[in-house]
């Protein structure tokens, strides 16, 4: 699945457009390498880092979802890796 639709159906970018601009901006890292380009692929186990609200985010894949569902079914689709606070730990 590309990058930045996984962004958008699992609700971590509010639009498909967004979820362009932050891969094509360089604000995120797939798997540790810096992301410039929005079609890389996302496979399940991959590590999305992403800068956001002036901290960084990192997520696991655990499943592609297959459409832009509700909340519920878009946070099923990854596992947070880092808390709120930026420490590493499952929320």
Do not use: K, N
Request: hydrophobic share 45%; net charge positive.
């Amino acid at each position: 699945m590309r990058l930045d639709r996984f962004l958008w159906f699992a609700r971590l970018a509010r639009t498909r457009a967004l979820a362009q601009g932050m891969a094509q901006s360089g604000q995120l890292r797939l798997d540790g390498r810096r992301v410039e380009r929005a079609h890389l692929p996302v496979r399940i186990g991959s590590v999305i880092a992403m800068a956001r609200g002036g901290r960084v985010e990192v997520v696991q894949v655990a499943a592609l979802p297959v459409r832009r569902g509700p909340p519920a079914e878009a946070r099923a689709c990854y596992t947070m890796l880092t808390g709120i606070d930026g420490q590493a730990g499952p929320q």
